[in-house]
């Protein structure tokens, strides 16, 4: 049970202000649990959502897997092997047992709170997996519960940092109130998502970086970046990028069958799409089984039933969609057991925390980026509610950070719009031929442009008449500039980290190095705003020499991505 208080709202002509032990930016499974693990241990807790807690951003929108494995050694080991080498070898053994730990914990714990997991036919219940609406509603019942203050469509804009750098809230707008809000915090975690830059993805164009760059102007570090070229196969006519189903598929070309893209694998599917279209059939699924698929995602058969399509009897046109960090791994740097950052007072959980710990540099695909969410969020919120409470009373207000989208150096450009700047961004990032095979020739070329572009966001680029906002479409404004900032901040940290690692591992392709290098097998970090820095972090994974029993030529093989290419 909480012992926390539901903090008060103070309310005033430019919006509304809080004060609370701690503040979770972002409403999803992290922020979720983040908010009710810091309520559970005494704090006071605000938590704000750029849509409405429950509903907005990628699990919300689907059902999931999750990695949920029994406390049997065996099975854990089993498990954590099965990644190792997939991941390149970048994982953390003990974060691994951590999450799989507490991801057994909380999952027991939301069957205790009445969601419904399916039942087998001995009467247990099927814990491996969640419906996103019902999971999500679930979590904002418990959020309510444990007594925290929720703002929703009350989008994050910039942290507050007293004179010795600790964080100490952050503020931002109400989109539909059309003014402002400010929460005074002894500890922030940011739940806010990765960045898939707007792809059209199904719930993830609210997942635009905001929280990475508004940390990177509290001087946080981030670690994977580079492992952030992740695309989804999704029907050219939909958005719903849960790729599971394409292991039943045959993929064709005009030419006809696409050889070698069986089993979900991307690259040929890539490099067939720089040539023309390309088409899919369900035509490997038994047709016993349809009826289950249909049962297990039904979002993903609302488009093809729109259009009037059988996708297991007719061929349809497909893409790749890019989902960047939100299915890739990359985040801010974490440098405790409970999720803290590089930066006092700031804590991380989910996709905006780097997901190497668990997965290295390989997509978590849907069960471990769940298992992270649910877990990193208990890690995060546990955290800043011990951090926060050493700290109660300190009452400072703290200076706001924020500068790009909000507070340009050279004053407003009335010609650059958020709108623009957007385009000129996917113009970097959606190109197969710029993201998923890169090369130094294209890494270069791709960075200029970003650091060009950059400099007009910094100088430039405001929203509306700035903070605070006076009505809905200032509100907008504002948090759109800040969204087109963040995106063009997060292309540069992947875009630069991804060029210093001279190799092929895990999703992080080099055509002009397609061999993994022993010699790299380790975290790499990237940081800063106007002048970007890369560096190794000082924590090695394990060698690949340093266990016994694996073959070290097929370890680099799958590292590389041989066996599992995404």
């Known amino acids: 049970m909480t012992n926390s208080t539901r903090p008060e709202l103070n309310r005033s002509s430019n919006g509304v202000s809080a004060r609370a032990d701690v503040l979770v930016i972002g409403g999803g499974p992290a922020g ?9 241990r005494g704090a006071s807790v605000v938590l704000v959502d750029k849509g409405y807690c429950g509903t907005s951003g990628a699990t919300a929108s689907a059902g999931t897997g999750v990695w949920y494995v029994e406390p049997d050694a065996e099975e854990r080991e089993a498990a954590i092997q099965s990644r190792e080498a997939m991941g390149g070898w970048l994982v953390d053994r003990r974060w691994m047992h951590r999450v799989l730990d507490k991801t057994y914990e909380q999952m027991n714990r939301l ?159 890539a490099r067939a799409l720089l040539r023309g279209p390309v088409y899919a059939q369900l035509d490997q699924a038994p047709p016993e089984i349809e009826r289950s698929l249909r049962d297990a995602q039904p979002n993903f058969f609302l488009p093809f039933d729109r259009e009037g399509i059988n996708p297991f009897t007719q061929r349809f046109p497909v893409t790749l969609r890019l989902e960047g960090t939100v299915r890739g791994t990359g985040g801010l740097r974490l440098t405790d057991e409970q999720c803290a950052t590089t930066v006092p007072g700031l804590f991380a959980a989910g996709d905006a925390a780097t997901r190497e710990l668990i997965c290295g540099g390989f997509t978590g695909g849907g069960s471990h980026n769940s298992a992270w969410a649910l877990s990193s969020g208990s890690f995060a919120g546990e955290g800043a509610a011990r951090y926060a409470l050493t700290r ?37 990032v959606f190109p197969y031929d710029k993201n998923y095979f890169r090369s130094e020739a294209t890494l270069t070329g791709s960075l200029g442009n970003l650091d060009q572009l950059w400099e007009r966001v910094q100088a430039g680029l405001r929203g509306g008449d700035g903070y605070p906002p006076h009505g809905e479409q200032s509100a907008t404004a504002l948090f759109r500039a800040r969204e087109a900032a963040a995106m063009v901040a997060t292309a540069r940290w992947m875009y630069s980290a991804a060029r210093e690692r001279t190799e092929t591992r895990g999703m992080a392709k080099r055509a002009d190095f397609p061999q993994l290098d022993p010699g790299q097998q380790s975290r790499r970090l990237v940081g800063g705003l106007d002048e970007l820095w890369n560096g190794v ?30």
Not at 173 to 193: C, F, N, Y
Not at 203 to 226: H, I, N, Q
Not at 544 to 562: F, K, N, Q, S, T
Request: aromatic share 8%; with cysteine; glycine share 14%.
């Open 392 to 428: 109660r009373g300190a009452g400072e207000q703290g200076e706001a950070l924020g500068i790009a989208g909000i507070n340009p150096t050279a004053g407003a450009d009335q010609g650059l719009s958020h709108v623009e700047v957007v385009k000129l961004v996917q113009d970097e």
């Open 32 to 40: 979720a649990w983040a908010a009710v693990t810091a309520a559970e």
């Open 537 to 566: 972090d000082p924590n090695r994974p394990y060698s690949i020499h340093d266990l016994d029993g694996v073959d070290a030529d097929r370890a680099a093989a799958v590292a590389a991505g041989g066996k599992a290419d995404h």
């Open 111 to 269: 069957a205790e709170w009445g969601y419904p997991f399916p039942v087998n036919g001995d009467g247990s219940q099927v814990r491996h997996g969640v419906q996103g609406p019902e999971y999500m509603r679930r979590m904002r019942k418990q959020v309510v519960r444990s007594r925290v203050r929720i703002l929703d469509q009350s989008p994050a804009l910039e942290l507050l940092a007293n004179a010795g750098g600790e964080i100490v809230g952050a503020r931002g707008v109400r989109r539909q109130k059309g003014d402002a809000w400010t929460v005074h915090a002894g500890a922030v975690v940011l739940a806010t998502g990765g960045n898939a830059f707007q792809a059209g993805g199904l719930g993830c164009d609210v997942l635009t970086g905001d929280g990475y760059l508004m940390a990177a102007e509290a001087g946080a570090e981030f670690s994977g970046m580079e492992f952030s070229n992740a695309y989804a196969i999704s029907p050219t006519f939909g958005t719903v990028t849960k790729t599971a189903f394409y292991r039943f598929a045959t993929f064709y070309t005009e030419d006809g069958v696409l050889e070698g893209a069986g089993g979900q694998r991307r690259t040929p599917i």
